[in-house]
């Protein structure tokens, strides 16, 4: 079990940070699930990138806070991480979200 703690706030497109010692079997390109243990149906799966290991906590992980609400993550609660087959996993849902940040738009004239 791990603690979700909030993502950074910051300009990074990373959505995810893990503390590679705490998934050492974990590499890039690897799809983790993250979810609460009373909330079976509401999973959060996600494909592991480079930039995604970083030094936090111990037992710590955090996901960028749109994307933890979207899937009901609650932050300072414990989750369940786990590796996941590419066979066991099937994409049935695609939704895209698409953030606007500080845009400045001029028009033309």
Do not use: C
């Not at 705490?22 to 494909?47: A, M, N, T, W």
């Amino acid at each position: 079990m791990m603690s979700l703690v909030p993502g950074e706030d910051s300009k990074e497109t990373d959505d995810l940070h893990l503390n590679p010692k705490d998934f050492p079997e974990l590499k890039v390109g690897d799809i983790i699930e993250i979810y609460h243990v009373e909330d079976e149906f509401s999973r959060l799966l996600l494909q592991v990138r480079s930039g995604h290991f970083k030094e936090t906590l111990h037992n710590t992980i955090s996901v960028e806070d749109t994307i933890a609400r979207t899937f009901q993550l609650r932050q300072y609660q414990n989750v369940i991480v786990n590796q996941v087959s590419f066979k066991d996993v099937e994409l049935n849902h695609v939704e895209l979200t698409f953030k606007v940040r500080e845009q400045h738009w001029k028009r033309l004239g």
